[in-house]
């Protein structure tokens, strides 16, 4: 049984994984001077990249694994939503960590990445590893998805274009 002392006050467990991470998530946020928002386990902020602005949302309370969500700033039209599906379901076909999403009731398009900390703690340097990787997909697909959007590329076509983008 482990009885070291968390970082809640308590012994072991969630509560400890949650305060660490969440102070993880503040810590890089404060190295790269992001302003945010805090609130019970939510910290939210916005990025501007070379194609895309996202609204970034890392989930830290009472969620195991971490999850850091990108909104990305369009909606699929009802019109596009089916491919836009196949499109995002493409790009998440060997994705390890990424996980791209549509809601198909309104169209908001994002991505999320989940962070196991059952293992072992959170660590500024892996957050800021899985972070950079995650706003720079962001920003590689945006373009191709845009184009999915208006129908200039078929989706097979465009997830071949975007991960070839990806991988670069």
Same mark, same amino acid.
């Given at each position: 049984?482990?009885?070291?002392?968390?970082?809640?006050?308590?012994?072991?467990?969630?509560?400890?994984?949650?305060?660490?991470?969440?102070?993880?998530?503040?810590?890089?946020?404060?190295?790269? #001077? *992001?302003?945010?928002?805090?609130?019970?386990?939510?910290? /939210?902020?916005?990025?501007?990249? +070379? $194609?895309?602005?996202?609204? &970034?949302?890392?989930?830290?309370?009472?969620?195991?694994?971490?999850?850091?969500?990108?909104?990305?700033?369009?909606?699929?039209?009802?019109?596009?939503?089916?491919?836009?599906? #196949? *499109?995002?379901?493409?790009?998440?076909?060997?994705?390890? /960590?990424?996980?791209?999403?549509? +809601? $198909?009731?309104?169209?908001? &398009?994002?991505?999320?990445?989940?962070?196991?900390?059952?293992?072992?703690?959170?660590?500024?340097?892996?957050?800021?590893?899985?972070?950079?990787?995650?706003?720079?997909?962001?920003?590689?697909?945006?373009?191709?998805?845009?184009?999915?959007?208006?129908?200039?590329?078929?989706? +097979?076509?465009?997830?071949?274009?975007?991960?070839?983008?990806?991988?670069?």
């Amino acid at each position: 049984m482990n009885d070291e002392k968390d970082s809640s006050g308590g012994v072991g467990g969630q509560a400890g994984r949650d305060a660490h991470s969440t102070d993880v998530v503040c810590q890089f946020f404060g190295k790269h #001077e *992001f302003q945010f928002d805090q609130t019970d386990g939510y910290l /939210r902020t916005g990025l501007y990249g +070379d $194609h895309v602005d996202l609204d &970034i949302l890392v989930i830290t309370n009472d969620v195991d694994p971490v999850t850091i969500v990108a909104r990305l700033p369009v909606r699929a039209t009802p019109d596009f939503r089916s491919a836009v599906g #196949e *499109f995002l379901h493409r790009l998440n076909f060997k994705a390890p /960590r990424k996980l791209w999403e549509i +809601d $198909h009731n309104n169209g908001e &398009i994002r991505v999320a990445l989940y962070i196991d900390t059952t293992l072992g703690p959170l660590t500024v340097d892996v957050f800021e590893s899985l972070f950079h990787l995650l706003v720079v997909s962001a920003d590689a697909v945006f373009p191709y998805l845009t184009s999915v959007l208006s129908g200039r590329l078929k989706p +097979d076509f465009a997830a071949d274009q975007a991960e070839a983008a990806t991988a670069a």
